[in-house]
């Protein structure tokens, strides 16, 4: 990612440095999936996990501050749900509240709390960072859905506890 991206004067004024999207269609299968990486960190640390290889036919997305994020969000979102099948659900995961881009993002393996607020363009000024509720959804048997609600501790998450800054499904 450095590498395609190798300063801030490769990208426009308002660019969200801490939150670039990378759209990665599987060879063979064409099936898509998503990954993130924190730009600041990749150009801190190259050829680290921080800075992800790019593979052929990936597209970064480099997110606007200002601009919100939907419009590149949409087309991403609306082609992870077509993939999906009763036995393999949409790796999708959605963000509300005191964060400046609500929506859904695409579920990266290894997902957090923080990164998903990081996938949101991080919390609005007026945000109180104090307690969060993660709401989780199981379908069971393919006739119900059983939803549990989880209460953390959202200033721990975003500070990388990991009792509080919690695994996404």
């Given at each position: 990612l450095g590498d395609v991206l190798p300063s801030i004067d490769e990208l426009k004024p308002n660019a969200d440095l801490h939150d670039v999207l990378i759209r990665r269609e599987q060879p063979g299968s064409r099936r898509v999936s998503a990954i993130s990486a924190d730009l600041e960190q990749a150009w801190r640390a190259p050829s680290s996990d921080a800075d992800p290889l790019l593979s052929p036919?990936?597209?970064v997305i480099v997110f606007d501050l200002e601009a919100g994020r939907?419009?590149?969000?949409?087309?991403?979102?609306?082609?992870?749900?077509?993939q999906a099948i009763s036995t393999e659900p949409s790796r999708l995961v959605r963000v509300s509240g005191s964060v400046r881009a609500e929506g859904e993002y695409p579920l990266e393996p290894g997902m957090t709390?923080?990164?998903?607020?990081?996938?949101?363009?991080?919390?609005a000024e007026a945000a109180f960072g104090g307690e969060?509720?993660?709401?989780?959804?199981?379908?069971?048997?393919?006739?119900?859905?059983?939803?549990?609600?989880?209460?953390?501790?959202?200033?721990?998450?975003?500070?990388?506890?990991?009792?509080?800054?919690l695994q996404l499904q």
């Amino acid at each position: 990612l450095g590498d395609v991206l190798p300063s801030i004067d490769e990208l426009k004024p308002n660019a969200d440095l801490h939150d670039v999207l990378i759209r990665r269609e599987q060879p063979g299968s064409r099936r898509v999936s998503a990954i993130s990486a924190d730009l600041e960190q990749a150009w801190r640390a190259p050829s680290s996990d921080a800075d992800p290889l790019l593979s052929p036919r990936d597209q970064v997305i480099v997110f606007d501050l200002e601009a919100g994020r939907s419009q590149y969000l949409e087309p991403l979102v609306e082609e992870l749900k077509l993939q999906a099948i009763s036995t393999e659900p949409s790796r999708l995961v959605r963000v509300s509240g005191s964060v400046r881009a609500e929506g859904e993002y695409p579920l990266e393996p290894g997902m957090t709390v923080a990164d998903l607020v990081r996938a949101g363009g991080s919390l609005a000024e007026a945000a109180f960072g104090g307690e969060a509720e993660l709401a989780r959804y199981q379908v069971i048997d393919g006739q119900a859905r059983k939803t549990s609600v989880v209460s953390l501790d959202l200033a721990a998450a975003l500070a990388g506890d990991p009792q509080a800054d919690l695994q996404l499904q």
